[in-house]
């Protein structure tokens, strides 16, 4: 989810994260998914119709494709998700939890909009 | 009892045999050997004029491979004591139990010349007939004209057949009326109203004395002119075989066997149109197919019993619906509607109080005729007259459980609402799979979709049409949502008529309509995001997240410059190639951010998109047509270029496939497509909900010998129509079997503009006609649209790691990590 972004990346505040800029803000169209490559990892970002940001490992657990981002953003009893185009198992975006297999679920990433730029960082 | 099984014949009877003892014997205690004497195995003889019209494939489905079957081979003889038959190929075979299953032969009067005329029972009588009628003479001065020789049931499929072959039809009856045996006299003269207006001549009443050369003689010096006659007579039961081993048979023919299908030897069987069963021989399919089972049942020790069967009856004779069911004849209560104008004859025979429904003729409307049926002894639950008009109608859920549904297969309203409440089924496709109901002529399936109905609202049961959570409404309600009011945006619809912010269900159902009702682009601001995985990048993933290219080559028509530029395209960004389906050329192994460098290529040598993945027009497959092959009678490549260049980007609830032969040959398999186009002397034949793939389904005759452009506005009205009104993700083959209605309801609503809407349908095809241009030479001409084909949003031009492949035959493949979610 969205984190508020209380000072600029690096000044001491959020040391335990190194925030990866990977996007304007603006480059992303509400409902339709990104994929952004952050050191070696896909990862899937999402901005939801309110404005939200949510990030994702995208690599399917299922196929074993990295094709989460290409996903339909949507909401499942008022959670946010997104389904894999793959084979259309639905996932939470707020945990990566798989919620048509509960066993299953996705690394997610922290996520904030700093100023215009949109920022990754591990969780 | 156990051991070899030997079955003498292949015909429908022994087929039903064989399959109910395969899917009953589950301890595998029979091994069995078919002898048939035909050259193929056993094939739906009910059909088999549409053999000759329109060149239907009429073969039963393949037994298991532990079922030997030897076509071509007749059994010669019974040794009863050494239980062995020897077939004509000198083999002798050993058994523990024989089934006669010889059918029957057509019988032929004897009058002199009669060793001309031709008979109507085998895919062999059926060549030769059309093969006589093809080589009539031309120079004649009249039109070629043939006769047939009995007017019953047979008797008139043998006319459509030689109407259908172009020749100038007399149908001869010995009775006063047609049909005698299934319809009264006010049916028989309303049925043969509707065939004169069809252009044939009927003579009831008259004996048919000799064959001549070219002609038939009747009594009274009448002549006909006839370059074939076709006798069709009634049936002799083939018990010759039964006979020589010393099998008792009836006077009249037929062997004869107790209520277990048992003759005198407790090891044979006789099933089928051979058997004289209860005194009778039965030559409609239905009682045949309970024999069989019956048979099935005593192999394996059951009890079951041949206990009479239902005659009723219920076809389709030249578009005219015919049916008889219960005792027609019986001494009672008649009520009798006739309409000359509309030509329908309906009689009910009702017991001396008026109650009780004893049998009744229906000819011209039938529709009432599967719940008639089904009343058939039991009190009606309204007047005579309202059972008429269709009074018993909503009635599903009052039917006796002993009631026979399907009497094709023998299924009762006990066994149907059992299988539902049970296996809890919610829907006709299932209820025919389970209990077998509606799967032989089908004629039932109205009848069981309201029993289906019926239990599913006592056990209060909604049937749910929501599309999903966000929305209560269906597809078809949503279509007319946004029509009506002129909805384009999602976000609008949702925010107006549902809740939430949508999923994968709905959000390519609500793109794909408001792509066929033409909003722009399908990438167009918001409707981008609710593209499902192929519109979203316009192209097919492929289980390694790549993606694969299908250019448009319509009719499969394609030039040799065209074809070295999709070789060249594959080679420099090392794609795999395949021939697909549907007459295109399939490029595999794309990663998202080469495909709009792929399309600048194929664009610009005038290649556009195919929409393979779209739920849309995907090809317009043909044969090569009068233009090459020595067969073809029609342009079958023109008029298939000329439908896909129509049709192509049509968006729809699911794809939609077409094709066009250009004669009844058929090699371009019109049949299995949605909507398929067979070429005939006159014009095409339009074809409609076919399928291939998990649940193959023929396509049903739609309307015969069209010109192109009343073909064109038929296939107009009948796509739109089912853009307004299938479900998501429904073909038109169920969509089609979901419509109330059916085959006749479709062609009301089109040809008959029964709905008055054809003007709107007509008008929304020409709208996308007019409104096509082609959506990847779009996306190359929006620098904003192209800017979202690329792998990593921080990295485009960075290929995705991940996708590997590796070599196999000369071409790339997938290279696939285990997958352990």
């Known amino acids: 989810m969205t984190e508020i972004c209380e000072a600029p990346a690096g000044t001491g505040t959020l040391t335990a994260a190194r925030w990866t800029p990977v996007c304007d803000y603006d480059d992303l169209q509400p409902e339709r998914g990104v994929c952004a490559l952050v050191e070696g990892r896909q990862v899937a970002i999402f901005r939801t119709h309110d404005g939200e940001l949510y990030a994702l490992s995208s690599h399917d657990p299922f196929s074993g494709a990295n094709v989460l981002a290409w996903g339909i953003v949507g909401c499942r009893g008022g959670l946010p998700t997104v389904a894999s185009p793959m084979y259309k198992q639905v996932f939470d975006l707020t945990t990566g939890r798989c919620l048509d297999d509960p066993e299953v679920s996705v690394r997610t990433f922290r996520i904030r909009r700093n100023g215009g730029r949109v920022e990754v960082a591990e969780s | 009892m156990t051991g070899r099984l030997v079955v003498v014949g292949h015909g429908p009877a022994a087929h039903r045999l064989v399959e109910a003892l395969r899917e009953r014997d589950s301890a595998g205690r029979w091994q069995i050997t078919v002898v048939g004497e035909e050259p193929r195995t056993a094939y739906d003889r009910v059909a088999l004029t549409s053999y000759l019209t329109e060149g239907a494939d009429l073969g039963y489905p393949a037994h298991d491979e532990s079922v030997t079957v030897r076509t071509g081979e007749r059994v010669a003889a019974i040794d009863r004591d050494a239980r062995t038959v020897t077939t004509d190929a000198g083999e002798t075979l050993p058994y523990d139990a024989l089934v006669l299953a010889t059918g029957s032969v057509p019988f032929v009067p004897p009058v002199p010349g009669a060793e001309h005329a031709f008979v109507y029972r085998t895919i062999e009588d059926l060549d030769a007939l059309s093969a006589a009628a093809g080589s009539a003479d031309l120079t004649m001065s009249r039109p070629r004209a043939g006769v047939v020789v009995g007017g019953g049931l047979l008797g008139l499929e043998a006319a459509r057949a030689l109407q259908g072959l172009g020749l100038d039809t007399h149908v001869v009856e010995v009775a006063p009326w047609l049909m005698p045996r299934q319809l009264d006299e006010g049916g028989g003269a309303m049925l043969r109203r509707h065939i004169e207006a069809l252009g044939m001549t009927v003579h009831t009443g008259v004996g048919m004395e000799r064959i001549e050369p070219g002609a038939v003689r009747l009594a009274g010096d009448v002549v006909l002119d006839a370059d074939v006659a076709v006798f069709s007579a009634g049936i002799r039961p083939r018990d010759d075989l039964a006979r020589a081993a010393g099998l008792a048979v009836g006077e009249r023919g037929g062997i004869v066997v107790d209520d277990t299908c048992r003759t005198e030897d407790p090891r044979v069987f006789a099933i089928g149109e051979c058997a004289l069963i209860g005194g009778m021989v039965y030559g409609l399919v239905g009682p ?75 000819v011209g409307d039938a529709s009432s005729y599967p719940t008639l049926r089904a009343y058939v002894g039991a009190k009606l639950p309204g007047t005579p007259e309202q059972a008429l008009f269709g009074g018993t109608e909503a009635a599903g859920g009052a039917l006796p459980e002993s009631t026979v549904i399907c009497s094709c297969n023998n299924v009762t309203a006990g066994a149907i609402r059992c299988a539902i409440t049970e296996d809890k089924l919610t829907d006709v496709g299932a209820v025919k799979s389970c209990t077998k109901a509606g799967t032989g002529c089908g004629s039932c399936v109205p009848l069981v979709k309201k029993i289906l109905d019926a239990e599913l609202t006592a056990a209060g049961i909604e049937v749910s049409k929501a599309l999903c959570e966000h929305f209560d409404h269906s597809r078809a309600e949503l279509f007319d949502i946004i029509r009506v009011r002129g909805i384009t945006t999602f976000s609008q619809l949702i925010t107006e008529h549902g809740r939430g912010r949508g999923c994968d269900i709905c959000k390519p159902a609500v793109a ?241 503009d029964s709905l008055g809407i054809c003007a709107e349908l007509d008008a929304a095809m020409e709208r996308h006609v007019a409104g096509y241009s082609d959506e990847w030479r779009a996306i190359l001409d929006d620098p904003d649209k192209l800017r979202r084909f690329v792998s990593f949003v921080n990295a485009p031009g960075t290929p995705d790691p991940s996708i590997v492949f590796e070599p196999e035959r000369d071409q790339i493949k997938p290279a696939m990590a285990e997958v352990t979610p």
């Open chain 2, 512 to 752: 794909s309509i408001l792509a066929s009702l033409g909003n722009g682009h399908i990438l167009d601001g918001e409707q981008a995001g609710l593209q499902d995985t192929n519109d979203r990048f316009l192209a097919n993933m492929q289980k390694n997240g790549t993606y694969s290219v299908v250019p448009r080559i319509p009719g499969g028509e394609i030039t040799p410059e065209k074809l070295i530029v999709i070789g060249e395209v594959a080679q420099e960004f090392g794609l795999y190639t395949k021939i697909t389906g549907g007459q295109r050329i399939d490029l595999f192994g794309a990663r998202v951010e080469q495909l709009p460098h792929i399309w600048k290529k194929l664009i610009d040598a005038g290649f556009e998109s195919g929409h393979a993945y779209g739920k849309a027009l995907r090809t317009v497959k043909s044969c090569v047509g009068s233009t090459w092959c020595r067969y073809g009678v029609q342009d079958s490549v023109g008029l298939a270029i000329r439908l896909e260049l129509r049709y192509r980007g049509l968006r729809a609830p699911h794809k939609l496939k077409s094709a066009v032969s250009g004669c009844a040959r058929e090699c371009a398999e019109a049949q299995s497509k949605d909507f398929g186009i067979i070429a005939t002397e006159k014009g095409w034949n339009l074809y409609v909900a076919g399928n291939g793939g998990m649940r193959p389904r023929h396509a049903d005759l739609f309307a015969s010998d069209l010109d192109e452009e009343t073909l064109l506005r038929y296939i107009d009205r009948f796509l739109m129509f089912y853009i307004r009104t299938a479900d998501r993700l429904q073909r038109t083959a169920s969509w089609l079997e979901s419509l109330d209605g059916g085959l006749d309801y479709l062609r009301e609503v089109i040809i008959e």
């Open chain 2, 288 to 362: 045949c197919f309970t024999m069989a089972e019956v048979v099935a049942d005593r192999l394996l020790d059951g009890e079951a019993r041949f206990t009479g069967a239902d005659l009723s009856t219920q076809l389709k004779l030249m578009g005219v619906d015919v049916a008889s069911f219960g005792d027609p004849s019986a001494d009672a209560l008649d009520v009798i509607y006739t309409d000359p104008v509309a030509g329908i004859y309906k009689r009910l025979v009702v017991s001396d109080d008026a109650q009780t429904l004893l049998g009744g003729v229906l």
